[in-house]
């Protein structure tokens, strides 16, 4: 698994995390660190790049659900793109739908904040 962090160009305010491969048990502590660091540096405003995400965990889950609930408490949001469609049914299963903001690409997501 690999995890990369980047602002988003001109907005930099935002911060775009791109993972690839399986978010798991194992993986899930990486991300979890990364997103930790963005806290760290009152980051707020995160996308979250899934588009070579193929797998998430409930551990998985776990992260993200804490990492929108800081990010939200400081004003901010986390939002998800590029969801596959067996990631997206998993975080659909979990009744996350509901909870995160999840749109189909970056431009939106930075269009949403």
Do not use: C
Not at 82 to 102: R, S
């Amino acid at each position: 698994m690999d995890v990369n962090v980047r602002q988003a160009g001109q907005n930099a305010d935002v911060h775009i995390v791109e993972i690839e491969g399986r978010i798991d048990a194992k993986t899930a502590a990486d991300i979890e660190n990364e997103l930790n660091a963005l806290k760290e540096k009152q980051a707020v405003k995160i996308i979250v790049d899934f588009s070579r995400v193929n797998y998430i965990s409930s551990g998985g889950l776990r992260v993200f659900l804490s990492a929108l609930k800081w990010a939200k408490a400081g004003n901010g949001d986390l939002k998800l793109v590029n969801m596959e469609q067996n990631v997206e049914k998993i975080f659909k299963l979990a009744g996350f739908t509901k909870i995160f903001n999840i749109l189909p690409d970056i431009d939106s997501a930075l269009s949403a904040f």
